[in-house]
């Protein structure tokens, strides 16, 4: 059943916010998955990465988003210079960030493409559209096939940055990311009590000096 923005009502989330780099400049966090990225407009929705991070650096700044269920490494900025430059970086598609995720089935290639345009439709739903999405494209390498169940565990290299991209060019070839609430099966979902997908690697040049900061978090599935 498709809910209105304003009817979902985040679980509590108990786990903690990582702090994995810090300088003048920049913070590296990984979040926990159940956590928004930004507070919603429902007041129940208030827990957020940013709420929390907040409170403890006032100046802190979002430059990108994980999904609720999204687990794994991002960056914010800690000054307005630094939040111009990486949100320049981000739209000039120069940040590189690495996923890992787990998908139901069995891929038949070892490597690939999935490029299907991704455009908005029913709140929290996205969807393939050729004549009105934006261009979407994610590369995957399969890293272990899983048995019992079938399952195939994956590292994505999405070359875009659409909403739920992973999630729903993983549904429209056939294997949902296990713990999938909104692209996957009824099987799917109750094959994880969470999304298994976790943004294991990031990549980005610091605003200030230019050097290339490379950080990555293990994954914990």
């Known amino acids: ?41 429902n007041p129940l929705n208030i827990d957020s990465v940013h709420f929390r991070i907040k409170q403890l650096f006032p100046s802190a700044m979002m430059v990108h988003r994980l999904d609720f269920g999204t687990s794994g ?20 598609r120069t940040v590189t960030k690495r996923y890992v995720s787990v998908l139901d089935g069995q891929l038949d290639h070892d490597e690939g493409v999935i490029d299907f345009p991704i455009a908005k439709d029913q709140f929290p739903f996205q969807k393939i559209c050729r004549l009105s999405g934006k261009t979407a494209t ?37 294997h949902p990311i296990v713990g999938c609430d909104l692209y996957g099966t009824e099987k799917t979902r109750s094959m994880a009590d969470r999304l298994l997908l976790h943004a294991v690697g990031l990549e980005f040049d610091h605003p200030i000096t230019g050097e290339r900061i490379v950080v990555n978090s293990p994954c914990p599935f």
């Open 1 to 41: 059943m498709k809910t209105q923005a304003d009817d979902f009502v985040a679980p509590l989330c108990r786990d903690e916010i990582a702090v994995v780099d810090k300088d003048h400049h920049i913070l590296v966090i990984e979040k926990p998955s159940g956590l928004l990225s930004l507070s919603g407009k």
């Open 73 to 92: 490494l991002m960056v914010l900025a800690l000054n307005k210079a630094a939040n111009a430059h990486l949100t320049k970086q981000f739209q000039n």
């Open 138 to 174: 994610s590369h995957y390498q399969v890293l272990e096939r899983l048995s019992k169940p079938i399952r195939t565990r994956v590292m994505f290299t999405p070359m875009t940055g659409r909403t739920h991209q992973l999630r729903i060019h993983s549904r429209e070839i056939g």
